[in-house]
């Protein structure tokens, strides 16, 4: 089971733990601050978005639980994944060690167990009785064309190899038992799609909203058509995710998620979806423009509504490319072993790559831009710095761009790549990328501004003294 306490132990009296509320209930309990319970009534239409983002421009980042929502019973919980600490602490770990037992743990895939039963299950709609209008799926942005699903993991098998996925896709509610879902292009679902369209077979499809917390993070994974995703969480808990067989389509969805909605995709049906408030900042009107028919909604007795606020928020940026850290950093490190560390800042979206160095020879730098380059289609632009600089820090890698880096010799780029055709900047996906050397000669004698670190203790005790 799935253990969330700072240090990492086990607590059996955690009867929940494997739940979102679970998840939700202990890190209040240890970190009060950490979540903010909202009392006041909230409209579902844009002011959920609005108070994660207003906390975001204050620098606050706490997960946001919604008590009373206009029109509806339903809590909505969001924010969760705004913070690389709370991501660690969903799959047990402190912050500082997610790399590493991400990658020693992912090494050991544990598939999932299923059960008879589970409180997913305890409440049932089908058919007629279904009605997707009732979940309070908020309206985001002013541009967007209606209410969205935004936390919703697809489950699906490939209809050759059966082997289960676990994806992401936008969901804009329509009817009571249609829904528009766009499908990102390169992924797997999208494979699944063109192989049924190929087969005249439609998919079929569990869209899970509400899990534990380590279930989305497995989920965002993305490690190859044939991994199965839930052999990822299962890795991540060190034990199997208990899973249970859906009403109405061959899948299995987690047994202690919050709601499942069952139903299928045709290939060949086609319907207007979007527009939509993309990671990239901008209002997006690609689309895949297929349709998700539903036979089936079920919940647990008291569910929580799970929404990940989208746009350029922290979570959704967070959660998008935190499981991808690890892997991408051993993918670049393989290659070359004097990488110490990589970071992806929140203002690059998914673009902007940096990466530090002990640097030891000539030409490392240009490398390691290669490697990184080439790890990850995402990735425009690579900026690689001495191991003296903090590549969580901004400010501190631009310092090494002005400093150490002249444009003429240390600045080269690529002709059109392949990158995210999000990027409202490339042509249907194709990018120019671009790396930066911004480390200093191997014999330069240059010295950065420094204090002594007892200088600094008597600083910051001074001034926590005085309440700054």
């Known amino acids: 089971m799935t253990d969330e306490s700072p240090a990492g132990e086990a607590d059996a009296g955690a009867d929940r733990a494997e739940t979102l509320m679970g998840f939700v209930e202990r890190l209040e309990r240890d970190d009060p601050s950490q979540v903010l319970r909202v009392t006041r009534e909230t409209p579902v239409e844009k002011a959920i978005t609005a108070t994660v983002f207003e906390l975001q421009d204050r620098r606050q980042y706490p997960l946001v639980v919604f008590e009373s929502v206009t029109g509806y019973d339903t809590p909505v919980v969001t924010n969760v994944f705004a913070t690389r600490e709370r991501i660690a602490r969903a799959i047990g770990v402190p912050e500082s060690e997610f790399f590493e037992t991400w990658n020693d743990r992912i090494g050991d895939l544990v598939p999932p167990e299923t059960v008879g039963s589970g409180p997913v299950m305890d409440v049932n709609a089908?058919?007629?009785?279904?009605?997707?209008?009732?979940?309070?799926?908020?309206?985001?942005?002013?541009g967007d064309g209606g209410r969205y699903v935004t936390a919703g993991i697809v489950v699906a098998k490939d209809p050759e190899t059966g082997t289960n996925n676990l994806s992401f896709a936008r969901i804009q509610l329509k009817e009571p038992r249609k829904a528009g879902i766009s499908i990102h292009s390169r992924g797997d679902l999208w494979e699944y799609v063109r192989k049924g369209e190929q087969m005249g077979e439609t998919i079929e499809v569990a869209v899970v909203v509400g899990a534990h917390p380590d279930v989305y993070v497995g989920a965002s994974a993305n490690l190859g058509i044939d991994v199965d995703e839930?052999?990822?969480?299962g890795a991540m808990r060190g034990e199997p995710l208990e899973v249970v067989s859906c009403?109405?389509?061959?899948?299995?969805?987690?047994a202690q998620a919050e709601f499942v909605v069952e139903g299928s995709i045709d290939p060949a049906e086609q319907e207007s979806e979007g527009p939509f408030g993309e990671y990239t900042g901008v209002m997006s009107g690609r689309s895949s423009n297929n349709v998700l028919r539903v036979n089936a909604l079920s919940h647990r007795e008291d569910p929580s509504f799970l929404s990940i606020v989208p746009g350029q928020s922290r979570e959704h940026l967070q959660l998008g490319r935190a499981p991808k850290e690890p892997t991408i950093y051993q993918k670049i490190k393989d290659e070359n072993p004097y990488?110490?560390?990589?970071?992806?800042?929140?203002?690059?979206t998914h673009y902007h790559c940096?990466?530090?160095?002990?640097?030891?020879?000539?030409?490392?730098?240009?490398?390691?831009?290669?490697?990184?380059l080439g790890a990850w289609r995402y990735i425009k632009l690579a900026v690689v710095v001495d191991d003296d600089v903090?590549?969580?820090?901004?400010?501190?890698?631009l310092w090494a761009v002005a400093t150490r880096t002249q444009p003429d010799e240390d600045v080269f780029t690529l002709p059109k790549a392949t990158g995210n055709p999000l990027d409202p900047s490339s042509t249907d996906g194709a990018t120019s990328k671009m790396g930066v050397d911004a480390?200093?000669?191997?014999?330069?004698?240059?010295?950065?501004?420094?204090?002594?670190?007892?200088?600094r203790e008597f600083a910051a005790d001074l001034l926590d003294e005085h309440g700054y």
Not at 126 to 142: G, I, N, R, S, W
Not at 230 to 233: E, L, R
Not at 247 to 254: A, Q, R, Y
Not at 355 to 370: F, R
């Open 339 to 348: 990488v110490e560390s990589i970071h992806f800042p929140h203002a690059g």
């Open 126 to 142: 089908t058919d007629d009785d279904v009605d997707l209008t009732d979940l309070p799926a908020p309206l985001h942005f002013d």
């Open 390 to 397: 903090d590549v969580t820090d901004v400010e501190d890698v």
């Open 439 to 455: 480390t200093q000669p191997v014999d330069s004698d240059v010295e950065r501004l420094t204090i002594a670190d007892e200088a």
């Open 247 to 254: 009403e109405t389509v061959d899948l299995s969805v987690p």
């Open 354 to 372: 940096f990466v530090s160095i002990d640097k030891s020879a000539p030409g490392q730098p240009q490398q390691t831009i290669l490697s990184a």
């Open 230 to 233: 839930y052999d990822v969480v």
